[in-house]
């Protein structure tokens, strides 16, 4: 995966998950709360992952399969964060999911399932990031590595 992708995709999502309200007319005052803290800090992570995967690039290795599969479970759950996450709108919760449904059940499951949603989202992100540093190192040398080139010293009283 291309670290410009990963670099554009995922200041998208973190715009996507403070102020995707504001797409569906129901921006409220809790956006300047979500824009510091929830998108700075996903846009941050994933701006060092796609650093970390332009390193893995540059020194010659491949990008590991379980980078790849945490970040895209980890813009999944972005997704699903940013259409649950509710703002305050004429002093009532409403998320983007319970406004296209237009039930109190849904704006009542909505707001139950953002915030495992926002955990995860965030978990996974910070383990695609450890992921991609492992992906970076050197291999590590085998155990019985170079015990041929070195002969046993003789024994004391021998």
């Excluded at 970390?52 to 990008?63: A, F, H, N, P, S």
């Excluded at 004429?90 to 915030?115: P, R, T, Y």
């Excluded at 926002?118 to 992100?125: D, K, P, Q, S």
Aim: some cysteine; hydrophobic content about 50%.
């Amino acid at each position: 995966m291309s670290s410009r992708i990963v670099a554009i995709g995922g200041v998208v999502l973190a715009l996507w998950m403070s102020a995707g309200h504001w797409l569906f007319g129901i921006g409220g005052w809790l956006s300047w709360w979500f824009v510091p803290t929830i998108g700075l800090a996903y846009a941050a992570l994933q701006l060092w992952l796609a650093h970390r995967l332009r390193v893995t690039r540059d020194r010659g290795r491949r990008t590991g399969r379980a980078t790849i599969v945490t970040l895209i479970l980890s813009w999944t759950c972005a997704i699903g964060f940013g259409l649950t996450v509710p703002n305050n709108v004429d002093h009532e919760l409403v998320s983007i999911l319970s406004k296209a449904a237009g039930s109190a059940f849904s704006s009542e499951m909505s707001i139950a399932l953002c915030n495992p949603l926002g955990i995860i989202t965030f978990a996974l992100a910070i383990a695609s990031l450890a992921f991609a540093y492992a992906d970076a190192r050197d291999p590590k040398p085998e155990e019985d590595e170079g015990l041929d080139e070195i002969p046993m010293a003789p024994h004391p009283l021998g």
